[in-house]
């Protein structure tokens, strides 16, 4: 029995939104408006920056809550769980309002990446699956852009799938991936349901399967004369995998002009083997043959090939990007920041801990990103309470959070939005960008950040301020606690 095709993500849930939920029914708080905030607290691998993913999944996901009478019969049999409640979860649908932060923006810790406004209810009840996505796809595409970045430009492939954690892992990867600055990906999937370009040549198998190297070689190139990139390192890659490269593209493609080909090397000394290559592959007579290189590459090493003079036009990147393996947690979290009163009134609430980084920012809020308008660099990010509007036209001073005694004055700036309506009263509102669209539009707004925001080390702390009249609603609040 196929399990997964019969499954209802609504019930993709942790139990105690369900518990909850009867408890809020119980007690007539179903109705209750509330406000809530995803947004992460730190960036993963010590980054600058992080970029948004994972908007579109929640968009389907939204669209098709519902119970089915499977899980209503699941939910009788737990005995927790009133028939008032199970009647209201037979007619469920989402019915609030949505706000987010387009996918493939960069974003900063603290900042609300998707609010959400609706009836209590509903609003805890998609807490586990927003949060899955936007913590998956964020990591990822986060991931995928800090190795990009380590390329200088060359091409990066996404070549994790086998190494994914479980098959959504690889699929919403390589999407991730993809927007986080990758060309293509190995997975067909991906490729067929998404429109991530997906390619591959040969295994080491291919290689195994003929009676000699050369062989292989020659078939591969016959059968793909205008994609041939042979895998050079089954058996001694400088001694006759190179050589026997060279002469399949000597005998099978030079006859038929062409010049686009390729080896790949998926093990040793990379930056050695690199070099000696493109020096037999030019004296041979082929400039063109781009060197493909794999095989555990993250940006730190890509780096260091790259500083060791590796000759290198392409990378595939498998476990270490599609699983972040040195910081695999992204970290994004869904609080209550607000409530909203009978007569429209919105109540600020706030979550405090003796650990300040899990003080929460409170109220219905506003995201701003301010541009200089001679560069148009992003300079700062400022939240503010909902019914303010930020005036660019005058100077306004803000002080990064974490050092509030660094300060500086913004002068001649840009003030721009950055969350957008995503659900009105429960109906969608928003036009999901193609992925080539969000590829595009990731890669335009990360050049708008300085190169000191973009380092992989220290990077300079980009300022995220509160409003003065956020700060005091905050402190306000922290000193009733107190």
């Known amino acids: ?49 992080a970029i948004a993913a994972g908007l579109e999944q929640v968009v389907d996901y939204i669209k098709e809550l519902h119970f089915s009478a499977e899980d209503i019969a699941y939910l009788r049999g737990r005995n927790l769980f009133s028939e008032e409640f199970l009647k209201y979860l037979r007619d469920f649908r ?10 493939g923006t ?17 609003a805890q ?34 070549f994790g799938s086998r190494r994914a954690q479980g098959s959504d892992g690889a699929i919403l990867g390589a999407r991730a991936a993809y927007i986080g600055g990758c060309a293509g990906t190995a997975c067909t999937i991906s490729d067929e349901f998404y429109g991530v370009p997906a390619g591959g040549t040969m295994a080491h198998s291919w290689v195994q399967m003929f ?4 062989d292989a070689f020659k ?70 043959c781009k060197i493909t290189v794999s095989n555990s590459l993250d940006e730190k090493l890509i780096e260091t090939l790259l500083l060791q003079g590796a000759q290198i036009d392409a990378f595939g990147v498998g476990e270490r990007l599609i699983t972040a393996k040195s910081d695999p947690v992204f970290g994004g979290v869904y609080k209550l920041c607000a409530i909203e009163k009978e007569d429209g009134t919105v109540v600020p609430k706030i979550k405090i801990s003796e650990n300040v980084g899990k003080i929460t920012n409170p109220h219905y809020k506003r995201l701003y990103r301010f541009f200089d308008r001679a560069t148009g660099m992003a300079e700062a990010d400022y939240i503010t309470v909902y019914d303010e509007v930020v005036d660019d036209t005058q100077p306004l ?18 003030a721009k939005e950055l969350q957008v309506p995503i ?31 973009l380092r992989f080390d220290n990077p300079h702390n980009y300022y995220v301020d509160l409003s003065d009249k956020l700060l005091k609603i905050k402190m306000d609040l922290l000193n009733a606690r107190g």
Not at 32 to 47: A, E, L, M, N, Q
Not at 132 to 151: D, G, V
């Open 125 to 158: 009840l998609i807490e586990t699956y927003v949060l899955l996505q936007i913590n998956h796809q964020s990591l990822i595409a986060t991931k995928a852009n800090r190795i990009c970045r380590a390329a200088g430009g060359r091409t990066v492939l996404e």
């Open 94 to 103: 989402f019915t609030g309002d949505i706000w987010a932060v387009p996918e």
């Open 106 to 122: 960069p974003v900063f810790p603290r900042e609300p990446l998707i609010t959400v406004r609706a009836p209590a209810i509903e």
């Open 211 to 214: 009676d000699t190297e050369y």
């Open 397 to 414: 001073e803000i002080c990064d959070p974490d050092a509030t005694w660094k300060k500086k004055t913004m002068e001649n700036f840009e």
């Open 423 to 453: 659900f009105k009263n429960g109906e969608l509102v928003y036009q999901c960008p193609s992925l080539a669209e969000i590829k595009r539009y990731c890669k335009e707004q990360i050049a708008t950040l300085w190169p000191e925001v």
């Open 1 to 49: 029995m196929d399990i997964r095709a019969k499954m209802n993500m609504t019930m993709l849930c942790d139990f105690y939104e369900l518990t909850m939920g009867n408890g809020y029914f119980d007690h007539g708080l179903k109705d209750r408006i509330t406000y809530f905030d995803v947004f992460f607290r730190s960036v993963p691998d010590g980054g600058g920056m």
């Open 219 to 288: 078939a591969y190139c016959e059968t793909y004369p205008t994609n041939a990139t042979l895998l050079v390192d089954t058996y001694n890659s400088l001694q006759s995998g190179v050589p026997n490269a060279i002469r399949a593209f000597n005998e099978v493609l030079r006859p038929l002009g062409i010049k686009q080909c390729g080896i790949r090397f998926d093990s040793g000394d990379i930056a050695y083997l690199t070099k000696k290559a493109r020096v037999m592959l030019d004296e041979a007579g082929w400039p063109e």
